[in-house]
């Protein structure tokens, strides 16, 4: 039981880092696109399209962390296999879910903005998007994987 106790306690400061980080990103990231707007006055009409999907990143990010956390919190109290354990994952899944139509509207106004420019150089951001889409699709398969035997055991 010690063990378990540390392992996830470890886990939780990570995720409250993980949790400031993401604060203080959101933080900052209105300076850094009125900078970029600045220098760049041509395409600053895209900074709208940027905040919105930057800061529904951080939101459903932020609503992920607090979600494992209270996940590894039943763990400690062995509530694992709790109806609020699957309500956790289910809300987990979710923000996968909008962390993939975020990364879809990402991708379009990439390619938009790549041809409003006359620039070809979306390819590398629009090849990381997919990877950031592959990488989600297999965090929602996880926990859908983790979810099935918690309704079984539940039941």
């Given at each position: 039981m010690h063990v378990k106790r540390g392992s996830t306690t470890f886990l939780k400061v990570i995720i409250v880092l993980a949790g400031i980080a993401v604060l203080a990103l959101c933080i900052c990231l209105p300076g850094i696109a009125v900078r970029d707007a600045r220098v760049h006055p041509d395409t600053a009409y895209f900074l709208i399209p940027f905040l919105i999907c930057a800061y529904g990143f951080c939101i459903a990010f932020s609503v992920s962390l607090y979600q494992a956390f209270k996940?590894?919190?039943?763990?400690?109290?062995?509530?694992?296999?709790?109806?609020?354990?699957?309500?956790?994952?289910?809300?987990?899944?979710?923000?996968?879910?909008?962390?993939?139509?975020?990364?879809?509207?990402?991708?379009?106004?990439?390619?938009?903005?790549?041809?409003?420019?006359?620039?070809?150089?979306?390819?590398?951001?629009?090849?990381?998007?997919?990877?950031?889409?592959?990488?989600?699709?297999?965090?929602?398969?996880i926990v859908d994987a983790l979810q099935k035997p918690l309704k079984k055991y539940g039941r």
């Open positions: 996940l590894l919190t039943y763990i400690e109290k062995n509530n694992a296999f709790s109806e609020l354990s699957l309500k956790s994952l289910q809300t987990i899944k979710r923000c996968a879910f909008t962390f993939i139509i975020l990364i879809v509207i990402a991708i379009v106004s990439l390619r938009v903005l790549a041809t409003v420019t006359n620039s070809d150089d979306a390819a590398g951001p629009t090849s990381l998007c997919l990877m950031g889409i592959l990488a989600t699709s297999i965090i929602a398969a």
